[in-house]
């Protein structure tokens, strides 16, 4: 038995792997045709543009990677099953469930790749598409700053932060105080600083004005110490999107924005997005199996394929709206990431009894 469950995970990973690499082709494709519009601009040219749409591949193969393990299933059982061998392999006594759960079985190698991929090659990879475009872009520079700027609040203080050139520097900063009751007590702002690694931002031109019964007093700084109240580690992801961050890193990020009590829901709601993942892949799989083991006109590939992406759109669709009421109703990440993979696997059920009744 354990051959033929061999076989079943061979043909469905190599459907998997078809489709992955196929769609990730398609989305590159699609990619690399909407920045054929920057081409020209700056220092940017379409060896840039073929970079950038190269480097953003990994990220682009693991946002594929639920709705291939979907087409998949109905790719590879589906042919299976439209010469029949599904059912010989379930007239020598393989169940229809133990041919998912050697599909489903598949689920822990391809997580535990995904899992490497977004540790060590999607950051770096993704940060560098990143900088080679806004470095070839010229024109886009001010575009960059306005997108890099950056608020957080702390110990009775907020910091602005206008551009992170790198992880030890910053520009264009405003720090105020405030004072218990919420008056302000004092503005700085310099022009760049020095990020150290003991939380210590040494500021460089700095104006200070001091607020005393109601006057200020200003006074001009050529340098100044500022203890910040950010760690070290996240300074290192002030300028990266949560999307960018490696898993180990952003969960560890969460957690010393939590301790700084600093707003955490947009990273929560990317970590769990990654949780996530395998519970949508199991709910994908699920999903196709009505169609598999349905009635002989889902055989059809077409059929089969059609199906599979009307799925996939409502899916997916379902993900992004569950995300954005997550963010605007501060729901719990946990339930808006998790809902549409449950859902999705209750209606699998529900389908797939119906269809043996």
């Not at 950038?52 to 594929?64: D, E, I, K, N, W």
């Not at 599909?103 to 899992?115: E, G, K, Q, S």
């Not at 760690?231 to 957690?255: H, K, M, N, T």
Request: glycine share 6%; hydrophobic share 50%.
């Amino acid at each position: 038995m354990k051959r033929f469950d061999r076989y079943i995970q061979m043909v469905t990973l190599r459907a998997f792997l078809l489709v992955a690499l196929g769609l990730t082709a398609l989305f590159s494709l699609l990619e690399f045709v909407d920045q054929l519009a920057f081409v020209g601009q700056g220092h940017y040219r379409l060896a840039d543009a073929a970079a950038y749409t190269a480097l953003l591949g990994p990220a682009r193969f693991m946002q594929v990677t639920p709705i291939a393990m979907l087409l998949a299933c109905l790719l590879g059982l589906g042919g299976l099953a439209k010469h029949s061998e599904l059912t010989a392999l379930q007239g020598i006594g393989l169940s229809e469930a133990r041919i998912i759960s050697a599909v489903l079985r598949l689920v822990v190698p391809i997580v535990m790749v995904l899992f490497l991929l977004a540790q060590f090659v999607v950051p770096g990879t993704r940060q560098m598409a990143q900088e080679g475009r806004a470095a070839a872009l010229a024109s886009a520079t001010q575009k960059d700053d306005q997108d890099q700027a950056f608020w957080a609040h702390g110990d009775q203080q907020y910091l602005s932060v206008r551009r992170f050139p790198s992880e030890t520097q910053a520009d264009d900063i405003d720090i105020y105080r405030f004072a218990a009751d919420g008056s302000m007590t004092s503005y700085l702002h310099a022009a760049r600083a020095q990020i150290g690694a003991d939380d210590v931002w040494t500021l460089r031109d700095v104006t200070r004005k001091d607020i005393v019964a109601d006057q200020f007093h200003t006074s001009q700084l050529d340098s100044m110490a500022w203890h910040a109240f950010l760690s070290s580690r996240q300074i290192r992801f002030l300028s990266l999107p949560p999307e960018s961050v490696p898993p180990i890193a952003l969960y560890r990020y969460i957690q010393d924005l939590k301790r700084h009590h600093l707003p955490a829901m947009r990273y929560e709601q990317e970590l769990w997005a990654r949780i996530s993942m395998p519970f949508a892949m199991i709910a994908l799989i699920a999903c196709a199996a009505p169609f598999v083991f349905g009635p002989p006109r889902s055989q059809n590939v077409g059929y089969r394929m059609a199906i599979g992406v009307a799925i996939a759109i409502v899916f997916s669709l379902g993900q992004e709206i569950t995300s954005r009421l997550g963010l605007l109703f501060d729901l719990n990440p946990a339930l808006t990431a998790l809902t549409p993979s449950v859902l999705l696997m209750m209606s699998a059920a529900y389908v797939f009894i119906h269809t043996r009744e």
